[in-house]
């Protein structure tokens, strides 16, 4: 199956049990209201860790119904988070999300070395978008985690991505390293590691997915533009994952995608021992609700 819309995603989870969602310092209108959405849709169950007082308030302002729903008080925000994150880590729950709290903080949680998440693999982000003029979801990888990941860190990134992707159908996901160039350059890392992934995977030392780069963006997305060009590729036109340089970019296009082209997104962090939803305050309440669905879906399954 090669999903086309969010919404499919719907479908991805309709024979897979609920999953169990906790909701680190819940005192957050828009991450509660998609949470509580998600469990009324028959998605999750939720757990909700924060200020009980708190969270009423806003159920009532928001007119969210909570009832039935478990709560765990704990008016202290690092506290609320330590309870949330080892709660996953004693699989009292599969999924983390990030309520009223800096992300540095949930991070903080999340990479603490004796009851956190960590897995030995580095954290990276990955963004699935809809977008109308493209003829399948697109995934963007890394956005929001890996500053200016050096070769090491972009094989981590590919295969977390490509993991994800094998959860939800993506047989043998096709990614495109990104640059600014399709040409080889020693003057530029990003083509040098493009280059090497590409051979890389070649070897079959990075598996389960089929990998070109450099490739422009137009290159990426588009074959007319790539048969332009003279590149022969299976991966130009049809790509299922983009491979971003350094944040900068992978920032930029997000936002463009989101802002200009009015894509439809989902995104959530992966690496740790359970996928992590990490919306940003811009995300709309549709993002945080398909960012849900998105980490039950590729949540480890008993």
């Known amino acids: 199956m090669v999903l086309r819309y969010l ?11 609920v999953r169990r969602l906790v909701l680190a310092a819940a005192q957050d209108l828009n ?6 959405k998600a469990a009324r849709d028959g998605f ?6 924060g200020d009980k007082e708190a969270i009423q308030n806003i159920a009532n302002t928001g007119n969210i119904d909570i009832s039935g729903v478990r709560m765990i008080h704990e008016p202290d925000t690092e506290l609320a988070v330590g309870i949330a994150v080892k709660m996953v880590r004693s699989n009292q729950a599969d999924i983390l999300m990030k309520g009223k709290v800096g992300t540095s903080s949930l991070l903080k949680a999340v990479l603490n070395k004796e009851w956190g998440l960590r897995t030995g693999s580095l954290l990276s982000h990955i963004a699935i978008f ?16 890996n500053i200016a990941p050096n070769l090491q860190d972009k094989i981590s990134i590919v295969n977390n991505s490509v993991s994800c992707l094998n959860k939800l159908g993506v047989e043998m996901p096709k990614v495109a390293v990104l ?4 040409m080889v350059s020693e003057n530029m890392q990003a083509t040098l590691d493009a280059a090497l992934l590409s051979k890389m995977n070649q070897r079959d030392q990075i598996k389960h997915c089929l990998i ?3 490739l422009a963006f137009d290159n990426a997305i588009s074959l007319e533009s790539a048969n332009h060009k003279g590149i022969r590729s299976d991966v130009a036109g049809d790509t ?43 995300d709309s309440d549709q993002a945080k609700y398909d960012s849900i669905l998105l980490a039950a879906a590729v949540s480890k399954q008993e």
Not at 242 to 261: H, R
């Open 212 to 214: 070109d780069g450099p």
């Open 7 to 17: 919404s499919e995603l719907k479908d991805l989870l309709a024979d897979k049990p």
């Open 44 to 49: 999750i169950e939720p757990i909700l860790v």
């Open 130 to 145: 809809e977008v109308e003029a493209y003829h399948k979801l697109i995934a963007v990888t890394d956005v929001a985690m």
């Open 31 to 36: 991450s509660l209201s998609s949470v509580i």
């Open 179 to 182: 640059g600014a160039v399709e």
């Open 240 to 282: 299922d994952l983009l491979l971003m340089p350094d944040i900068e970019v992978g920032n930029v296009l997000y936002k463009s995608l989101v802002f200009f082209a009015h894509a439809k997104v989902a995104a959530v962090i992966l690496g740790a021992s359970a996928p992590i939803v990490l919306t940003s305050r811009s």
